[in-house]
């Protein structure tokens, strides 16, 4: 497994996008809407360091983020690359984690995505590697 990158959980990217931008880190891909998770991702990358995904809630419909914004918001998850989506979380549930998400279609990734909580309560991401 390779980590892609770590969520970063704002109210809201273009209010949080300027000091990420003034810190040196540059947009790889630009604020996006995910209807599925109803949430505003965008991917910001600094040279050698961890790829960041800022996270935001729209302000229509439910929302998974509200409660993590009502605690502070901050570094929310950690996502891997995985060659196989459902068997990573399948191995996950078998060594006691939760899976909070079945695999769905993330819209800034264009590939699929499901989360779980470790039993040490770290939420993670699992992401299926690009098909080459």
Not at 23 to 32: D, F, H, P, R
Not at 87 to 104: A, D, F, N, T, Y
Request: proline share 6%.
């Amino acid at each position: 497994m390779k980590i892609s990158h770590v969520g970063v959980v704002v109210p809201s990217i273009r209010k949080a996008l300027p000091y990420w931008l003034a810190c040196g880190y540059e947009i790889e891909i630009a604020e996006t809407f995910d209807p599925l998770q109803n949430i505003f991702c965008c991917l910001l990358v600094k040279d050698e360091t961890l790829p960041i995904e800022l996270v935001a809630p729209s302000l229509s419909g439910p929302n998974p983020l509200i409660s993590r914004l009502a605690k502070g918001g901050g570094i929310d998850h950690i996502c891997y690359e995985v060659e196989r989506l459902e068997e990573s979380l399948l191995r996950e549930s078998q060594l006691g984690s939760r899976i909070v998400c079945q695999p769905i279609f993330a819209e800034t990734f264009n590939r699929r995505v499901g989360f779980i909580v470790n039993s040490g309560g770290l939420l993670v991401e699992y992401m299926e590697v690009l098909s080459q």
